[in-house]
């Protein structure tokens, strides 16, 4: 029998630490083939993504796949993320979470996240402020507007970008 990834272990953790506390919980994700989500929201490749409770519907965060159902632009879509695609989890108003190192999802290959490493500091874009029941933040110059109300988002503190080690 083979050993079961820490790393989904982690995601719900880290979640419900978000929760717990009143943050925002956030997850970078490499988007890939066998990763779903609006493909008109990722931007060189990655997504960033709301998971709060107030985002999401039906919301599974499984050992293989995080899957939900999300408004983007108004439009209700459903979500799939392998574990293997997500790069970091982290509270969006403390910037306070961890980072992992991104992998191919596969069947076989599942487990293959299961080794932890401690690495460089590393920290996923800083997020642009979003109004809650969004779930997607797309990368955005933060001299960017937020959407039709033309107030332009507030600039993220820099000292408050998220401080998380790499692990495998």
Known sequence: MTETSTKP??????HEWCSDNGYTPYIAVVVDEHTVVPHEHVQDGQITLNVG?????K???????????AR??????Q???????????YARETGQGMAFEPSTYSPDSADDDADVQSGQDK??????ESRPALSAV?????????????????TPDPSARPRLKVIK
Do not use: H, K, W
């Open 138 to 154: 797309p990368a955005q110059p933060d001299d960017a507007s937020d959407g039709p109300d033309d107030t332009p988002p507030s």
């Open 53 to 57: 409770t107030l985002a999401t519907n």
């Open 72 to 77: 983007f632009g108004g439009v209700g879509r």
């Open 123 to 128: 920290a996923p874009e800083a997020p642009v």
């Open 9 to 14: 272990y982690l995601i719900r953790a880290l």
């Open 79 to 89: 979500i799939s993320v392998p574990i293997g695609a997500v790069r970091a989890i």
């Open 59 to 69: 919301l599974v965060l499984g050992n293989e796949f995080i899957e939900f159902q």
